[in-house]
């Protein structure tokens, strides 16, 4: 299949991957932005119930130290799987690869049996009929 795709969309992924993270980066940069000592917080002007008002406060900190954690897992993942389009993973992983292995250890559990039923297989299916 990887005949028939031009470098174009790998190169399309891993800058759209690339631009992703650096906009929750900088979202995060401008969302721990906290107010000024000593500064009210600032209204949206939605107003429920007459006295209920929707305040312009900074994230809580356990809320950015959970999108770091985010990020920097995401960073993390795409440095050891494949993910981003031109890089193969620092493990070299792929789904090709991990059939295979589990091939081989599906045909070490199973040989023997396989083996000792094969003379009963008529190959190939369906049996051509004799003539």
């Known amino acids: 299949m990887a005949d028939f795709t031009s470098k174009f969309w790998e190169w399309y992924i891993f800058i759209l991957v690339g631009l992703s993270f650096a906009f929750c980066f900088a979202l995060i940069i401008w969302m721990s932005r906290g107010r000024k000592p000593g500064a009210k917080a600032e209204s949206h002007g939605h107003v429920w119930d007459g006295d209920l008002e929707e305040l312009n406060n900074p994230l809580p900190v356990w809320w950015l130290y959970m999108f770091y954690i985010t990020l920097f897992f995401g960073?993390?993942?795409?440095?050891?799987?494949?993910?981003?389009?031109?890089?193969?993973?620092?493990?070299?992983w792929s789904e090709v690869g991990q059939y295979q292995q589990e091939m081989k250890t599906a045909d070490r559990n199973t040989g023997p049996c396989s083996r000792s039923t094969a003379h009963r297989i008529?190959?190939?299916?369906?049996?051509?009929?004799r003539r």
């Open 75 to 92: 960073i993390a993942y795409l440095l050891i799987y494949p993910g981003s389009g031109v890089f193969a993973g620092a493990i070299k």
């Open 122 to 129: 008529s190959w190939p299916w369906p049996p051509t009929p």
